[in-house]
């Protein structure tokens, strides 16, 4: 079974613009910059990892996950794919964090057409409530990366709200 090479959209929306330049406005352009991302981020995750793969994503952005976040599977594709140091906040991400690297504009809205042409099979839905639940059992359990994270005062609250409640004061 090969890994997904996953994409995870800023926003499920906008893969549904009718262009590709549409599209590549929002997912990979810096918005401050206006530069086109030509190698964007991607993880080489195996179909039951794209949960804790979506969940590490956005905690160690830090971004809050959108309501249905979509992962987007660019495998299969003619792609050049490096090798790239992740969050080093959690371990799968940091080994399985890649870039895709594209030679220009007009190549990387080519991979942007065949996404969007095929999106139904490429694509990965995720369910926030899915990954609240995922991180809270992590968290529950004491998980050492979880339980540092929700500790930085960078974390987002999204996060530190899932941390188990201390019990009660029997006094």
Not at 67 to 72: E, F, K, R, Y
């Amino acid at each position: 079974m090969s890994r997904l090479v996953l994409r995870f959209a800023k926003r499920r929306a906008s893969w549904e613009e009718p262009t590709a330049a549409g599209v590549r406005e929002i997912e990979f352009t810096n918005r401050k910059t206006g530069v086109v991302d030509l190698r964007p981020s991607v993880y080489a995750v195996d179909e039951g990892e794209v949960l804790r793969a979506y969940a590490e994503h956005a905690a160690a952005a830090p971004i809050d996950p959108e309501a249905a976040p979509l992962g987007i599977d660019l495998g299969g594709m003619k792609l050049r794919v490096e090798a790239s140091d992740g969050s080093i906040k959690f371990q799968l991400t940091r080994t399985r964090h890649a870039e895709i690297v594209v030679e220009d504009v007009a190549a990387l809205d080519a991979l942007i057409d065949i996404a969007r042409t095929e999106l139904p099979a490429r694509s990965r839905n995720l369910k926030k409530a899915d990954v609240r639940k995922f991180v809270q059992e992590k968290l529950a359990a004491g998980n050492e990366e979880w339980s540092r994270l929700a500790e930085e005062p960078t974390c987002k609250d999204w996060v530190k709200k899932l941390r188990p409640k201390p019990p009660a004061d029997p006094t």
